[in-house]
C-alpha cells in the first residue's frame, strides 16, 4: 500500500498542478507516512496554521492537504527575518484502498495527523491451517 503512495516530487510533465488564486509563498509540508495493518497514517507539519484554516481532500484516490497562514504583521521592526510565511500544499496519490467515509483529522502543536482507514478488501488477514 505504501508503494502506491507517491508525492508530487514525480516528472512534471507528468503531474499537473491548480493554479493559485492567492498571491504569497507556497510551502511544500514535510510529512511522515506509515502504514499499520488497518490504516495508513500521515502527520504533517503544518506550523501558524489554524485548525480552522485547513481543508482536506480525498476524490478518486487523490489526497490533498491545503493550510492558509495570515500574513506576517508589517507593524514590527525586525532585525532579521528568517522565518517564512506562507501556506502550504501537498497532494498524495493514495490509491483506491481507503475508506472514505472514514477518513479523520486532528491538528496539534502544528502536526496534521491523519487517518486513512484501509477497505476490508486490502486488509492482510490470517488464513487458518486444518490438519486434514
Known sequence: ??????????????????????????????????????????????????????DINYERGLLTLQGRVDPRREDRRFLMREYGVGDYHRSFEVGEGIDASRIEAEVKDGVLTLHLPKTESIRPRKIAVRSA
Do not use: Q, W
Not at 12 to 19: F, K, L, N, P
Not at 20 to 43: A, K, Q, S, V
Open 1 to 54: 500500500m505504501v508503494s502506491d503512495l507517491v508525492n508530487e516530487k514525480r516528472d512534471t510533465a507528468t503531474v499537473t498542478r491548480a493554479e493559485r488564486t492567492r498571491e504569497g509563498r507556497t510551502y511544500l509540508p514535510y510529512c511522515d507516512i506509515l502504514e499499520r495493518e488497518n490504516e495508513l497514517l500521515i502527520h504533517a507539519d503544518l506550523p501558524g496554521v489554524r485548525t480552522e484554516d485547513i
